[in-house]
């Protein structure tokens, strides 16, 4: 019951802080009410148990990535030159595709009968088991480099692509 | 484990209203006692500074000057407030605060004493003992960025925004190489729970701090960057900045920088106590090798409230020893240029803290292996490889400047001088024999 209270409490949270993102006119305002939203994630994370996922939503996306638009917006500067950017139609239409994609994810959790996700076993309950077992790290830890060690080398390698080719943006001549 | 054979203690638990009750006293106390230590340490760094210059220091308000803290917060409060007409005035009230609560909150994970038996029940010594302790007080610890960088760009003052910005890229770069310097306790752990850190400490028998030397060093020299101290204090630099990112605030939206930046201090010496300097424990003493199993059973030795005092007398020495060198170094050591503290950040302490967890990992991995118990030998060993790495780290760092005494570089400046003119005398003599040739 408590729980359910909060989660709505929190869930209210992220949905009012996520609508601020996308109002606001400055874009630091939009850069803190999006650290806001994290926050309210977090929280959510950590009603089912996830703990290790909630700090780490806060640690990583919070603590690091923010920091860093926070970095580049203030550092730029912004004026008002990106607002026809925005009003564009071909942002409106990319928008609204990316919500409709997302309904329909969402909309798919929600319908009978779906297999559960990567074939494992999900829910307070089942995080609970596997927390009590190897501990809140273990829990995510055992998974990842166990089945799914190539796709996490896969996704590193992915990482590295991405870097490189910021160097390569950053320094125009090498 | 090897605590199983010992003996088991019923004390019992908690109801649910007892823990209601013991938790909000416990909040209640650690506030407390944060915000006065917190106040006597801002005493504490003048007395220290006036020490080292031979001064007297502040010695007018109360005995010895005990009361300076709070006449220096009764003028901070009535002090005029001044608001910049070009700030933004929201992020700009905003911006202490954000910087005041994450130093405040990361106390809560800190386990600072034995657990006292009371005849309601096992109470332990920590306000929450979350699963994820250590990293709940990393992702808060480094949420203080934003009061800092917010408050220099909300300024809008050219040496506030450098401030600002000069704290980011700085806590940014550090943090790399403490959380690296945290796996290697993470290992030997298995858990990253604070209280599994200072019971695993009691097991092995030795503190981190010496089978795990070098990463200890490592995060050491980190944590002095987060909490922006000198040598690193390059965001507040007063002979390039005024004052950095609070050059533009006054009365007590100053003081709540302060208020952050000394408890942030505080939480970061208590945090390197538990990490690695066995945090409550007592050395060379079984009795209080007490461990909390659930459902208010205990092993190890027995839970008494003279047990609970002892132990947190020994987690206040160990976080005072660190308070105390975070303040002689402060008045020691010059401040880094901003290049300097880039390099050490990205080229010296980052490639040093990868070595150290792979050497450390490769270690364990071995003792384990070989079917080595955990126990004294096997901190021994690693107390070895690690003594073993360190000394090379600080060669590398060192370069002949501290450890072989500032007098051989003296020598080597002589020697490139002398080479240097050497190579001109040989430059202008081809010159002129070219000439001459012509």
């Not at chain 2, 220091?57 to 001044?82: F, H, M, S, W, Y």
């Not at chain 2, 209080?288 to 007398?313: C, H, K, M, S, Y």
């Amino acid at each position: 019951m408590l729980t359910d209270i909060l989660f709505f409490f929190f869930a209210g949270i992220a949905i009012f802080c996520g609508i601020m993102v996308v109002t606001r006119r400055n874009p630091v305002a939009s850069a803190l009410w999006l650290i806001g939203t994290f926050f309210a994630l977090a929280a959510i994370y950590t009603l089912i148990g996830a703990f290790f996922i909630g700090v780490i939503q806060i640690l990583v996306y919070a603590g690091a990535i923010m920091v860093l638009f926070l970095f580049v917006i203030m550092l730029l500067n912004l004026g008002n030159d990106y607002q026809p950017d925005l009003r564009s139609r071909a942002w409106m239409i990319t928008a609204g595709g990316s919500g409709l994609v997302l309904l329909a994810i969402l909309g798919r959790v929600f319908a009978a009968d779906t297999t559960a996700p990567l074939g494992r076993l999900t829910g307070p309950e089942a995080v609970a088991t596997q927390v009590a077992e190897y501990g809140a790290v273990g829990a995510i830890a055992r998974p990842m480099y166990t089945d799914y060690m190539i796709v996490l080398q896969v996704t590193g390698l992915l990482l590295l692509v991405a870097v490189v080719g910021a160097v390569m943006l950053a320094k125009r001549r090498v | 484990m090897m605590l199983q054979a010992e003996t088991v203690h019923q004390v019992g638990e908690l109801s649910a209203t007892g823990f209601v009750v013991a938790s909000t006293i416990k909040i209640l106390a650690a506030f407390s006692l944060v915000m006065v230590t917190v106040a006597m340490l801002t005493l504490l760094e003048r007395k220290i500074s006036a020490w080292m210059q031979d001064r007297l220091g502040p010695n007018r308000v109360g005995p010895g000057g005990l009361l300076q803290p709070a006449a220096d917060g009764l003028k901070n409060i009535l002090k005029e407030e001044t608001n910049p007409a070009e700030s933004h005035r929201i992020f700009f009230n905003l911006a202490p605060m954000l910087s005041i609560i994450p130093a405040l909150v990361t106390f809560a994970v800190i386990p600072f004493a034995a657990p006292l038996p009371t005849q309601w029940g096992l109470v332990e010594m920590v306000i929450a003992d979350v699963p994820v302790g250590v990293l709940f007080l990393l992702a808060f610890s480094s949420l203080g960025v934003y009061g800092i960088v917010i408050a220099g760009w909300s300024s809008s003052n050219k040496y506030a925004l450098l401030g600002g910005l000069r704290a980011g890229a700085q806590m940014i770069s550090y943090e790399i190489a403490l959380g690296l310097s945290l796996l290697s306790v993470f290992f030997l752990v298995g858990n990253v729970r604070l209280t599994e850190v200072v019971t695993m400490q009691q097991e092995l028998g030795l503190w981190f701090a010496l089978p795990l030397a070098a990463s200890f060093i490592l995060f050491w020299i980190s944590v002095f960057a987060e909490t922006n101290r000198l040598p690193f204090d390059l965001p507040e630099a007063e002979s390039e900045l005024v004052t950095g990112y609070h050059t533009e605030y006054s009365s007590m939206k100053f003081s709540m920088f302060f208020i952050a930046e000394y408890a942030h201090v505080l939480t970061a010496s208590a945090l390197m106590a538990t990490l690695f300097l066995g945090g409550w424990d007592i050395p060379g003493w079984a009795g209080d090798n007490i461990r909390v199993i659930g459902d208010g059973t205990v092993v190890g030795g027995e839970p008494a409230w003279w047990i609970t005092l002892l132990t947190f007398l020994a987690f206040l020495l160990k976080t005072a020893f660190f308070i105390l060198v975070f303040m002689v170094v402060r008045w020691t050591v010059p401040r880094f240029r901003y290049d300097q503290v880039m390099d050490l950040g990205w080229k010296i302490m980052l490639p040093v803290a990868l070595a150290v967890v792979v050497i450390t990992a490769g270690t364990i991995l071995t003792l384990d292996e070989l079917g080595v118990e955990y126990g004294l030998v096997y901190g021994l060993i690693l107390t070895v490889v690690n003594l073993a790495m360190l000394a090379a780290f600080l060669l590398i760092l060192d370069r002949g400047r501290v450890l072989a005494g500032t007098g051989s570089l003296t020598e080597k400046r002589r020697e490139a001088q002398e080479k240097a003119r050497l190579r001109r005398r040989e430059e202008a003599m081809t010159t002129s024999t070219g000439s001459t040739a012509d």
